[in-house]
């Protein structure tokens, strides 16, 4: 007897994931959300690591090792092109949109931070009567070194391969 099979039961069959139902089921969406939300995480021992402090400001902060943007544009295209191979459109977009974004970090970023921490220095030994002498300090901490945009796109890759095997 031939059975009829309805368009509910066809999308439930072709959508049937291994995660748990309150996940979304988005690959590239969910491996960028964690690989971003682990890479801030573990800026918190690495910060231990380098300088025996911990700083829980740095899970919210940028900069540092490693490099969330960095993973989590690396995740993103890593997850869109295990889902939909390499030969697509979106997997072009998402690896020409990661390879702007750590350009970015190790480029402009970086070098913006290091002006702001020579800026700081300078207003720091202003006298007390110049105005500028209490300026608030500027944020240094904007970009990566090759090493952190490297090891935040690992990181990212290994999110999302994770989380393919897992789906």
């Given at each position: 007897?031939d059975e ?11 959508q049937s994931?291994?995660?748990p139902n309150?996940?979304?089921?988005n ?6 959300f964690?690989a971003?939300?682990l890479a801030?995480?573990?800026?918190l021992?690495?910060?231990?690591f380098?300088?025996?402090?911990w ?7 940028s900069?540092g ?13 890593a997850a869109?092109g295990?889902q939909e191979?390499?030969?697509g459109s979106a997997?072009a977009?998402?690896?020409v949109?990661?390879?702007v974004v750590?350009?970015?970090a190790?480029g402009?970023r970086l070098?913006a ?8 220095q300078i207003v720091?030994e202003l ?6 002498s209490?300026?608030r ?6 970009g990566?070194?090759p090493l ?8 990212g890759?290994?999110v999302?391969?994770?989380l393919r095997?897992?789906?």
């Open positions: 007897m009829v099979i309805t368009a509910t039961d066809a999308s439930s069959n072709s994931t291994s995660l309150f996940l979304p089921t690959l590239p969406l969910l491996s960028a964690l971003f939300a801030q995480f573990l800026k021992f690495t910060t231990w380098k300088e025996k402090r700083d829980t400001r740095r899970m919210l902060g900069g090792m490693p490099s969330s943007h960095s993973a989590t544009v690396t995740a993103l295209a869109i295990f191979g390499a030969g997997f977009l998402a690896v949109m990661a390879s750590m350009y970015d190790t402009v070098h931070g290091r002006q702001a921490e020579l800026l700081n720091c006298p007390p009567e110049h105005p500028l209490n300026v300090p500027l944020r240094d901490s904007l990566h070194t952190q945009v490297i090891a935040g796109a690992a990181l890759i290994i999302s391969y994770l095997n897992t789906s």
